[in-house]
């Protein structure tokens, strides 16, 4: 290099340095330095206390080195292609305050932290994607009317997957309508034939479709080549069934199905699903879910799609979680009940589920899209599953909680905080199992952001 | 368990040098000598946890000063304070409502140890000292704050570790200020974090016990003793494990009176 260029390099390293010095004694302010190319976002999380800088293509590596140096911030690691290093953040500064700076530096093409990245879990299920709700992308949806979805407006399963799929120990009783019993997504996950407490056997085989569509959101055989994925990817199902084939329900054989499936817990009944209601409250129906909550069953309840009050046993705040529906853009489903018992929601708009084999007719395929917070609940139940797989010491409480605390917010512009539409939000399933990281920011409140 | 045989382990072997040291002769010094010593060390330890199912690193850097005191000729017992830096970045605590992944970089903590020594002259060129040292480190209680989820809540942990050093330390004495060494010690170092979480009516804590990868070290080092009131130790190590290696340096300056 020509010494009149090596004097320019210097200058601009010089220069550089004295305007934006991360190392001097002045009180550092990376919002007061003009507009920086690149930040870090507090939802992403970052190596403490690292920042990866790439210098542009006209500076040697010699003064890469001395700019670095003058930053007093040292070189971990240079990375394969030209100008690319893994650099200390200087004592005292943070790694957004040092990211900042640097690309405030002219001679820098771009600095970021060190970003830590999990893999995600995406099975091989066929119709994988169109399940918005799991994962979705944004774009054009694979769904009927071909929406645009809205990029993260899911309930972040394949992030969740990588910590847990689900245990087969745990069971998620159906309360419904029955499920098919051989359908292909399904026959592998099912405990046993159940119980039919409508005409009183050993075989809840489902006559009207419901509860076969309820049963594969929340545990469809996943990975397995076939159809849709489950929520709770291992978990086992429990067909009871306590609707006929109308869909109708007589109180007694609802009450008799939720406390057999309550005693059922030594078995691994520590989930029930109930995608149905009624308006009117029920002391039976009360007592019901009160001795399920009482053997430590988590029951999750459809708040209804009337676009009125709660429903029936949703509205028992104590002993179950109420779920209202979102769509892939994340907004309410507008016939979603609403309440202030409402604690979560959770897409239920144009899901793509299982259906009893034929349903469409003969010969047609055994998966269709379904709409309403019967089909919200089940993905909450799935989610209950995965952390009762996990962490089988927690209290229903516990898990109640954990399931609220880690929604998103996704109506936080119009109605922050707890709603009466969408309760905490809608679920995060990454955000419930997925350990929180904590990180210590040097000199400022040490923050524990994912 | 563990760390109760480690601990007999450790008094034996302090037994030993102290009963070596009265067998070969040791004698009551002219005047008890006294050496303060100023040490800073940096270790790369592999550990496991939950029952040996995981595994992360722990990263420590120690700063600490040491009060040799030598009542008699060859025989020296030491107390050790200071400060540390351990990073557990890595440690997942997954028995709390909401599961931690400790990632919060070098976490300061207190040093508190001790020591025995003993001198055996071999040969006018070589000589062995059987060393063993004892520290732990009390870690300070640091406080997060939890965002990120519809309730804040509060995290609090706080590490304790120790580590016990015990063995034979072969000196090369033929030159005059410099005297390289090596160093063959049984090394072990177990632990436990204590978190603690709340966030609204969710509540839990996790003891996590830690044990280190590995039982013996070896090390290679020099003494350079420009004077006889000053010498410079400084020394490199390593840990075999299975499939790995974990290492570690220190360096001393010791003051003789």
Known sequence: MKKENMLLMVAIAIAAFFSADVTGSQPFSPAGIGPARASAPSTASYV????????????????????????????????????????????????EETVSALNQNPLVEYAEPNYLVRASVTPNDPLFNKQYALYNAGGTLLLPGSPIGKQGADIK?????????????????????????????????????GKDFVNDDQDASDDNGHGTVVAGIAGAETNNSEGIAGVAWNCGLLPVKVLDKDGVGEMDKVYDGI????????????????????????????DAVEYAYQKGVVIVAAAGNTGGQVQFPAAYDNFV????????????FTLS???????????????????????????????????GTSIAAPHVAGLAALIVSIKPFLTVDDIMNIIRFSADDVNSANYPGKDEFLGYGRINIEKA?????????????????? | MNGRITRRIALALGGVTLVLGTAFGVQAADQVHIRPVLQAEYFNRLITWDENAYTSKLNALLFTFSLEVEPLKGFSANLTLGYSLSNFNGLVFRQMPFSIDLEAGYLSGMLLGGGLKNKFVVSSEFEMDLEAQFVTCLGSTNSWLITGLSQSGTLSGKGTWYRVQAGPVFWYKGFMYFSPYVRVSFDKLWGTYHMEEVIGPLNGLEDKAITGSGLFSMAVGTLYEPTAAIGLRGEVYILPRSKG???GAQVKIVFSF
Not at chain 1, 171 to 181: P, Q, Y
Not at chain 1, 321 to 332: E, I, M, N, P
């Open chain 1, 259 to 286: 406390v057999w499936a309550a005693d059922m817990v030594s078995n691994g009944v520590k989930v029930i699903n109930i995608s149905w209601g009624l308006d009117a409250s029920s002391n039976l129906l009360r």
């Open chain 1, 337 to 371: 009940n609403t309440g202030s018992e409402i604690d979560v929601a959770a897409p239920g708009v144009d899901i793509i589920t299982t259906v009893p084999r034929g349903y469409y007719g003969p010969g047609s395929v055994d998966y269709g899209f379904w709409t």
């Open chain 2, 245 to 247: 290696l974990d290492y």
């Open chain 1, 433 to 450: 199992i997925v350990p929180l990281i904590i990180e210590t920011v040097i000199g400022t409140t040490p923050t524990a952001i994912r």
């Open chain 1, 157 to 193: 399963a394949t992030a969740g997957w990588e910590e847990s799929k689900g245990s087969a120990q745990y069971l998620i009783a159906i309360l419904d309508t029955g499920i098919d019993l051989l359908h292909p997504d399904l026959k592998g996950k099912c405990f046993s034939n």
């Open chain 1, 321 to 332: 979680l109420a779920v209202s529906a979102t769509d892939y853009l994340d907004t309410r």
């Open chain 1, 48 to 95: 403490p206390g690292q920042v990866m800088v790439k210098f542009r293509d006209s500076i040697s590596p010699v003064f890469q080195k001395i700019i670095l140096r003058a930053y007093g911030s040292k070189i971990i690691r240079t990375l394969s292609g030209q100008g690319r290093y893994q650099m200390g953040v200087p004592a005292g500064y943070s790694v």
